[in-house]
């Protein structure tokens, strides 16, 4: 019977401190953050945070001039990363977990998925509130 109530009472204190941690919130806005340009170009990321949630992830690839990249060319094909499917994957993932934590980079596309999350990532420590 002792078991039974120590068991019981670790059971119930548990469930209270998984109860009663913390949830990150947000401050509502806009945040934007740039990597450097390595001269083959570069990553820019817009991350919304509405309601303190992050409503939308936009992850773009600018060339060494600043323009963005043409997605169509960037498919899987001609030796480059399928970045078209890539941003769209990781974006979703992102706004699903409502946090970078436990998103990987993309096998393919390890350093331009990698910069995204890590710009991502910077926008979010800025929003905390």
């Known amino acids: 019977m002792r078991k039974f109530v120590v068991v019981f009472f670790t059971v119930i204190l548990v469930g209270l401190l998984w109860g009663c941690r913390a949830k990150v919130q947000y401050k509502d806005g806009t945040y934007q953050k740039e990597s450097e340009n390595s001269g083959y170009g570069y990553e820019r990321v817009i991350v919304v945070i509405e309601n303190g949630k992050i409503k939308s992830v936009d992850l773009k690839r600018l060339d060494s001039e600043g323009n963005e990249v043409n997605y169509d060319e960037w498919d899987g094909s001609n030796n480059r990363p399928n970045l078209k499917a890539y941003r769209t994957e990781l974006a979703k993932e992102i706004i699903e ?5 436990n998103v990987e980079a ?7 998925t990698q910069n995204w999350i890590n710009l991502v990532e910077a926008c979010l420590k800025e929003a905390r509130k």
Request: no cysteine.
């Open 97 to 101: 977990k409502q946090s970078t934590k």
């Open 106 to 112: 993309i096998s393919g596309a390890t350093n331009t």
